[in-house]
């Protein structure tokens, strides 16, 4: 068996290296999919276009927007004039956040009432607006706290009343800045390794399908068996080595950081290309032409790139999104991915991923082979 | 340009699609599917994020903290740990997304010197919900903060004054409840006419060569002209009908609201169509095969509609160069377009910017396919 194997693989990697478009879908796409990916694919907020409007020109209320300019969360853009000239700049997307201050601002703060900022957001991508109000309310929260701390010390001196105050302080671990580049850049490992190795597979056997030599392979004493691991071997082996190309420009040039062990990621490598072999070459037994291969890759492959927690959290999904989750192995991948590559996590807490991949390249193997010997007779 | 011929070349482009039924299915079936996958998948609100708590305390203060929390819409308390090793497993694993601990000396320093921390454990890895929960578990904290500075003044028998000087009085505009589907599926119409578009046309020109059928139909008195318009107008119908399709699940079934005139959609999405059909018809003039038209196709318009459009990562977020990037995809314009009509309403008037940027690129690119398309024949 052996003996026939190796020319079947040594024709598949002649294949791949005289294929000049293949050697260079291989190794361009991936690394500028992931620049573009690593630049481009954030939900980091900083530096919000911010318009004011200060009808009040007292001492707190510049001191106030000193605080806004301060931080680097916000851009001082505009300084309006009138309440209809920040309607206008918020309507033509000008600014994404607008303060107000209205007249009367620092004598009911001097008379100890409660004074308004009015705060206008354009709420047309919720999750930058949610994110920046966030910040609005640190900001201002921040400038209060101090106002009244400095109030009491001039007015009441020590013997006033005290301020009572409860206040949470951040800790994020694994990530201490919140760089959303160290979320994004191993969930594009994730699916680029899924897309390559699905398409790369699926289209080598159909196109000899559609070229007719898969007949002439059939009529020599090659065994099936021996042409599906013929032909998944060497796929597997660039998908090892696509994955270690992605993830050497995500360390090199992203600065992501590698905590774990590199074997807990082989291990997990491993049993995820295993699904994506068997996903392609089940594929490639529904398909007859390299051009249904493609578009059936396409909606297969978007629900798997969309339900994975790439970059959307599965939780926030209605219930049957989520359990179509379960048998989506770039879900449990990308736990590996991320736990082994930022959290440090070994087996013993990935062994659940890992045995579901293991399960799902188990069935999908056999369904595929199964299914491809039939397509054979 | 003749009408019969122009006429001609069209009804011959309806037959083609007609009898191959596998293709006009995913051209009317894939937005459908794309509709439904990503308006329900793509969903960036958080509700009930599992926390877990870590009260080294446990006293009374501590207990009335957790209580703020589990009133909270957007936390869910999965496991009250004991120890610090059991909490560092639960983010281990994923289980919860955050901790929250309240330190042995909690009370005793409220008490005593007023002020007290409580610590969020973050699983950053996530780092968008890792901001969203801070800034909710913020929240939750300083409404117990002031709480208890309400009920410890009531004690000393004194006026509420002073207690907040701020208010910070916010007004979201255009999607008032912040709703991330209100701008996810606006822009996700965009992305779907985009990549539907692109496809369907990249095939036409290169089946023709494929077939051998192009040399046929050089040889019949047809200008080059009025081949690509030709085949052009069918998919300009279908895109219609995917467009039509997609703006209508959009509003009857996703809800978003939309404040705009049909006119200004219409005409922006007609604009629109021209420049993605065009391109997809000049992807398939230059690469004779179908296999790689359509595949150049989807990559050069999927990633770049996805990634760099602003449709859901916003653009004056990236870096500057990425942000100069942007103004050559297409899709950017469309979806500035789009989202401003759905949720602003804002009238043709004040949209000249990109509609004006989308004109010069329809032009740009007919004009290169047709150039494209004489240098083939000869």
New interface residues.
């Given amino acids: 068996m052996f003996a026939r194997l190796v020319p079947i693989m040594i024709k598949e990697f002649l294949e791949i290296s005289r294929d000049k478009?293949a050697r260079f879908l291989l190794v361009v796409?991936p690394i500028l999919?992931m620049l573009?990916?690593g630049?481009?694919?954030?939900?980091?907020?900083?530096?919000v276009?911010t318009a004011v409007l200060d009808l009040d020109h007292s001492q707190e209320s510049r001191e106030?927007v000193a605080r806004f300019t301060s931080s680097n969360r916000f851009d001082i853009v505009k300084v309006a004039a009138s309440q209809r000239e920040i309607n206008k700049i918020?309507?033509?997307?000008g600014a994404?956040v607008a303060l107000v201050i209205h007249a009367g601002f620092a004598e009911l703060?001097r008379k100890?009432?409660?004074?308004?900022?009015?705060?206008?957001?354009?709420?047309?991508?919720?999750?930058?607006?949610?994110?920046a109000?966030?910040y609005?309310?640190?900001i201002?929260?921040g400038?209060?706290q101090d106002?009244?701390t400095d109030?009491m010390q001039r007015v009441q001196g020590a013997q006033g009343?005290?301020?009572?105050?409860?206040?949470?302080?951040?800790?994020?671990?694994?990530?201490?800045d919140?760089?959303?580049r160290?979320?994004f850049v191993p969930g594009v490992i994730g699916t680029l390794t899924l897309v390559l190795i699905v398409n790369l597979t699926a289209f080598a056997i159909v196109r000899e399908r559609e070229v007719g030599t898969l007949e002439q392979i059939m009529v020599s004493p090659v065994r099936p068996a021996e042409f599906i691991l013929g032909k998944t071997v060497p796929f597997f082996l660039v998908g090892l080595g696509e994955v270690a190309l992605v993830v050497t420009v995500g360390l090199v040039w992203f600065r992501i950081p590698f905590v774990g062990n590199p074997f807990v990621l082989l291990l997990g490598t491993t049993l995820f290309l295993l699904c994506t072999l068997a996903i392609g070459l089940l594929i490639s037994t529904v398909c007859s032409t390299?051009?249904?291969a493609?578009?059936t890759n396409?909606?297969i492959l978007?629900?798997f790139f969309?339900?994975s927690g790439f970059?959307?959290?599965i939780?926030?999904?209605?219930q049957v999104?989520q359990w179509f989750t379960y048998i989506n192995p770039l879900r449990y991948y990308l736990?590996v991915i991320?736990?082994t590559l930022?959290?440090g996590?070994g087996v013993s807490?990935l062994w659940p991923d890992f045995a579901a991949m293991a399960i799902l390249a188990l069935v999908l193997l056999t369904l595929s082979i199964l299914r491809f010997r039939k397509t054979l007779e | 340009m003749r009408l019969r011929r122009l006429n001609a070349i069209a009804v011959k482009e309806v037959l083609q699609i007609w009898r191959d039924p596998r293709s006009l299915m995913i051209a009317l079936l894939l937005p459908f599917t794309q509709m439904f996958l990503f308006g329900y998948g793509v969903n960036l609100d958080l509700k009930h994020l599992p926390i877990c708590t870590f009260d080294r305390e446990g006293s009374q203060a501590s207990q009335d903290l957790f209580k703020h929390f589990q009133a909270s819409l957007y936390f869910a308390i999965a496991h009250n740990v004991k120890t610090y090793p059991e909490m560092v497993a639960a983010i281990d694993r994923g289980d919860c997304r955050a901790g929250i601990v309240v330190p042995p000396d909690f009370s005793e320093r409220l008490n005593d010197a007023g002020t007290a921390s409580v610590q969020a454990i973050l699983d950053g890895t996530d780092d968008n919900t890792a901001n969203i929960a801070f800034a909710y578990a913020a929240a939750v904290v300083s409404g117990y903060s002031n709480d208890i500075q309400l009920s410890w003044l009531d004690r000393q028998g004194r006026t509420l004054q002073q207690v907040t000087p701020l208010v910070v009085q916010s007004r979201v505009w255009f999607n008032e409840d912040l709703v991330s589907r209100n701008f996810i599926i606006p822009g996700l119409v965009a992305v779907i006419m985009a990549m539907v578009g692109a496809q369907l046309t990249s095939l036409t020109i290169a089946r023709e060569w494929e077939r051998g059928t192009m040399e046929l139909l050089v040889s019949t008195p047809v200008t080059s002209s009025e081949v690509m318009f030709g085949k052009l107008i069918p998919y300009l119908i279908l895109g219609w009908l995917d467009a039509a399709f997609c703006l209508t699940i959009a509003v009857l079934w996703f809800a978003v609201p939309f404040r705009g005139t049909l006119f200004a959609l219409f005409l922006t999405t007609t604009l629109f169509l021209a420049v993605v059909l065009s391109m997809g018809y000049l992807f398939s003039v230059l690469i004779r095969s179908q296999v790689g038209a359509s595949q150049i196709a989807l990559v050069a318009t999927l990633l770049p509609a996805m990634l760099l459009s602003g449709y859901i990562f916003p653009i004056d977020q990236m870096p500057p160069f990425i942000q100069d990037l942007t103004y050559l995809i297409y899709a950017r314009y469309y979806v500035t377009i789009i989202k401003a009509i759905f949720l602003k309403g804002i009238g043709i008037g004040q949209l000249m910017m990109p509609i004006l940027f989308l004109v010069i690129y329809a032009l740009a690119v007919v004009g290169l396919a047709a150039r494209a398309f004489r240098k083939r024949l000869t």
């Fill in positions: 478009a796409p999919q573009i990916f630049y481009a694919a954030s939900f980091e907020v900083y530096h276009s106030l918020i309507d033509a997307s994404a703060l100890g009432q409660a004074a308004p900022l009015q705060v206008i957001v354009d709420g047309t991508n919720s999750n930058t607006a949610l994110i109000l966030g609005v309310n640190t201002a929260s400038f209060a106002y009244v109030l009343m005290r301020q009572v105050r409860v206040t949470l302080e951040q800790r994020p671990w694994f990530n201490p919140l760089n959303g160290w979320f390299q051009q249904q493609f578009s396409f909606l978007s629900p969309i339900l970059a959307y959290p939780a926030s999904m209605p999104l736990v991320r736990g930022l959290k996590v807490v």
